[in-house]
Nanobody
Framework: QLQLVESGGGLVQPGGSLRLSCAAS????????IGWFRQAPGKEREGVSC????????HYADSVKGRFTISRDNAENTVYLRMNSLKPGDTAVYYC???????????????????WGQGTQVTVSS
């Protein structure tokens, strides 16, 4: 059974850091581009960062550039999102998704994924 499981969310103060993990099972992660997306209450889901199958191509939303870093460990079948300098506006449920045959720009812009995780809550508040 194909499954993506996110972890690492939680409550953090503004300026703090978190590292999210997306662990895959039932699929070979290096066959897929992986994206991190988020959805805040009352808002549409948006692309945060997407990384190509090999890790050579990466896209970040303007709102997170310089603060978030996406990386992947294909040997561990896991993709990470390091989030630094967190702001209250980063509060959302964060999802990872896997997609084939898409550029990272398209995947992030179209919120495109063939498989999705269940999400992990990130709350930035003092």
């Amino acid at each position: 059974q194909l499954q993506l499981v996110e972890s690492g969310g939680g409550l953090v103060q503004p300026g703090g850091s978190l590292r999210l993990s997306c662990a895959a099972s039932g699929l070979t992660l290096n066959d897929y581009a992986i994206g991190w997306f988020r959805q805040a209450p009352g808002k549409e889901r948006e692309g945060v960062s997407c990384i190509s199958e090999s890790g050579s191509w990466i896209h970040y939303a303007d709102s997170v550039k310089g603060r978030f870093t996406i990386s992947r460990d294909n040997a561990e079948n896991t993709v990470y999102l390091r989030m630094n300098s967190l702001k209250p506006g980063d509060t959302a449920v964060y999802y990872c998704a896997a997609a084939r045959s898409r550029t990272v720009q398209t995947m992030c812009a179209q919120v495109a994924g063939d498989y999705w995780g269940q999400g992990t809550q990130v709350t930035v508040s003092s």
